[in-house]
């Protein structure tokens, strides 16, 4: 199991361009969750989706931000136009029903 | 609401020491609980969690938990720190409805380990 798989790595993006974050959760994990980790507001849940379908999005800090999981296998995490205090490491995590979540190893964005 | 308190910010123990982090949570029905750990530029691990039954848990790499339902606590114990134990340690709530897929972190402590 190859666990769940974020890419890029990396992102150095300009204020005002769009950026794509991309996860694949483990095959069989029915829920997945993207969170946001910054030094000052800690691991924060942004949204989370159960069976493909956004279940709580109360997380999402603004309109700019768009998340989507058009299969079992793929979502993403677009933030258009991007702006400086969007700057964090992005972490997707998946798990099973009833299960607790299995990281990402997280894509660290900067935004110049 | 839900939320979880780590009042450590930051512990120093010596290689060899036990270990004790704190973590209390606030939740209005028995919780499901979560200690998670993150290495430098890696994401969280699970060591260990708590939804029902013995109260003391058992996790990967020599850590326990004991949750304690009078004092609204579930603080994490190793008996004997390695230096490949530093890292940052989160604990998290499970979130509204006991969800175990929406979680609620604490601020972290940051553990270092002296020779």
């Known amino acids: 199991d190859a666990g769940v798989i974020q890419s890029p790595r990396h992102e150095v993006t300009e204020m005002g361009q769009e950026v794509t974050l991309r996860c694949k959760p483990i095959?069989?994990?029915?829920?997945l969750f993207w969170y946001r980790q910054t030094m000052m507001r800690g691991l924060e849940l942004l949204i989370y989706f159960n069976n493909n379908v956004p279940i709580d999005d109360s997380g999402m800090p603004e309109d700019r931000f768009s998340a989507k999981m058009p299969n079992a296998s793929f979502s993403t995490l677009k933030i258009q136009p991007s702006e400086p205090r969007d700057s964090a490491v992005y972490f997707c995590a998946s798990s099973p029903s009833g299960g607790s979540g299995t990281f990402g190893s997280g894509t660290r964005l900067t935004v110049v | 609401a839900q939320s979880v308190t780590q009042p450590d910010i930051h512990i120093t123990v010596s290689e060899g020491a036990s270990l004790e982090l704190r973590c209390n949570y606030s939740?209005?029905?028995?919780?499901?609980l979560f200690w998670y750990v993150q290495s430098p530029g890696q994401g969280l691990q699970l060591l260990l969690k708590y939804f029902s039954g013995d109260t003391l848990v058992q996790g990967i790499k020599g850590f326990e938990a004991e949750f304690k339902r009078s004092q609204s606590s579930f603080n994490l114990r190793k008996p004997s720190v390695h230096w490949s134990d530093a890292a940052e340690y989160f604990c998290a709530v499970g979130g509204e409805g006991g969800a175990t897929n929406k979680l609620i972190f604490g601020t972290g402590t940051l553990l270092a380990v002296q020779p």
């Open positions: 939740y209005g029905a028995t919780p499901y």
């Open positions: 095959s069989g994990h029915n829920s």
